[in-house]
């Protein structure tokens, strides 16, 4: 499985976009990189994922620079709610594990 | 509403004892993944079940055991529990296709206390 690292914690102002970055340098061509959040002790939520193009749906876009071994996740308008522990996980195929690293604490802030 | 179902919801056990949790994955989903979680630790993936059969294993203890059955729900077992094994249980299901990857969904959880 590849390894993903990302930054412990974040801020951002209310109304603003976060923008979450995450490192896959030794991600594999079959490998997708997928991004899941957790608001306090509940089930993750899947949020987004994408191979090698730009992804956008109606939580946030997803950038995937073009040699894939970094990546940027985006909520253009960050509220409250979207205080979370934000999960970058690289995953081949249904028979990999799916490895949840430490991720990223984002706090907004109003 | 994930469309995973995790019971119970809750459960407080004495130490020594055994435990069962239970999980519905969402409808038409194959595979099945356990992760624990404790306190202010990320996840943890326990083992992972595609239809009705064990396809990846992370570091679940030897008193830890799993099962899917054939209308796809899983169990996870806990024996001879130790207060260390107090967490949350997530369960977490996915579709599968051999050409396509989908996203896990996730259950609740389930908070289990020893004591």
């Known amino acids: 499985d590849a390894k993903t690292t990302q930054p412990t914690s974040m801020d951002c102002a209310e109304g603003r976009a976060a923008n979450l970055p995450c490192n896959h340098s030794t991600i594999s061509g079959n490998e997708y990189v997928y991004w899941y959040r957790q608001i306090h002790s509940q089930g993750p939520q899947y949020i987004i994922h994408g191979l090698k193009n730009n992804e956008t749906n109606e939580m946030a876009s997803l950038i995937i620079t073009e040699d894939r071994k970094s990546s940027t996740l985006i909520l253009p308008h960050a509220t409250l709610r979207d205080t979370a522990v934000y999960y970058c996980?690289?995953?081949?195929?249904?028979?990999?594990?799916?490895?949840f690293g430490p991720g990223t604490s984002l706090s907004v802030i109003p | 509403d994930s469309g995973v179902t995790q019971t119970p919801k809750h459960l407080i056990t004495a130490t020594g004892q055994r435990v069962t949790l239970r999980c519905s994955p969402r409808s038409g989903d194959l595979s099945v993944y356990w992760y624990q979680q404790s306190l202010d630790q990320g996840l943890q993936f326990l083992i992972q079940?595609?239809?009705?059969?064990?396809?990846a294993k992370g570091n679940i203890l030897e008193r830890f055991s799993a099962q899917q059955f054939p209308d796809l729900h899983s169990e996870l077992n806990l024996s001879s529990l130790e207060l260390g094994d107090s967490a949350l249980y997530f369960c977490?299901?996915?579709?599968?296709?051999?050409?396509?990857?989908?996203?896990?969904?996730f259950g609740q959880g389930t908070r289990l206390t020893v004591v």
């Open positions: 996980i690289a995953w081949g195929t249904s028979y990999d594990k799916v490895i």
């Open positions: 977490a299901s996915s579709a599968w296709t051999d050409v396509m990857n989908t996203e896990a969904f």
């Open positions: 079940y595609y239809n009705g059969e064990e396809r």
